[in-house]
């Protein structure tokens, strides 16, 4: 079955940091540009970084720059995102989706594939 999982998210006090993976199962990565997303209740989903096939290029959205980082393993087959400095608003359900035509984007566009999402809180 050819899909993204998403992992690493969870309940994090203001300040804090989280690691989240995104691994893909029945296809290589190496192919795919990975871009990140995330969706708070009662808004609309938001692009968050973007990362070429390759790692050479990445991107970030100006909410999140300084304190997100994106990288890619391909020999382990996953891209991640870690965050530090964590804020109360950067709570939401994050997503990855991975497509083998973009460079490195993360606005709308159909993508290749999508994760299921994975919850990150930031509260005290």
């Known amino acids: 079955q050819l899909q993204l999982v998403e992992s690493g998210g969870g309940l994090v006090q203001p300040g804090g940091s989280l690691r989240l993976s995104c691994a893909a199962s029945?296809?290589?990565?190496?192919?795919?540009?990975i871009a990140w997303f995330r969706q708070a209740p009662g808004k609309e989903r938001e692009g968050v970084s973007c990362?070429?096939?390759?790692?050479?290029?990445?991107n970030y959205a100006d909410s999140v720059k300084g304190r997100f980082t994106i990288s890619r393993d391909n020999a382990k087959n996953t891209v991640y995102l870690q965050m530090n400095s964590l804020k109360p608003e950067d709570t939401a359900v994050y997503y990855c989706?991975?497509?083998?035509?973009?460079?490195?984007?993360?606005?709308?566009?159909?993508?290749?594939?999508w994760g299921q999402g994975t919850q990150v809180t930031v509260s005290s």
């Open positions: 990362i070429s096939k390759s790692g050479g290029t990445t």
């Open positions: 029945g296809f290589t990565l190496d192919y795919y540009a």
């Open positions: 989706a991975a497509d083998s035509t973009l460079v490195c984007y993360y606005g709308p566009y159909e993508y290749d594939y």
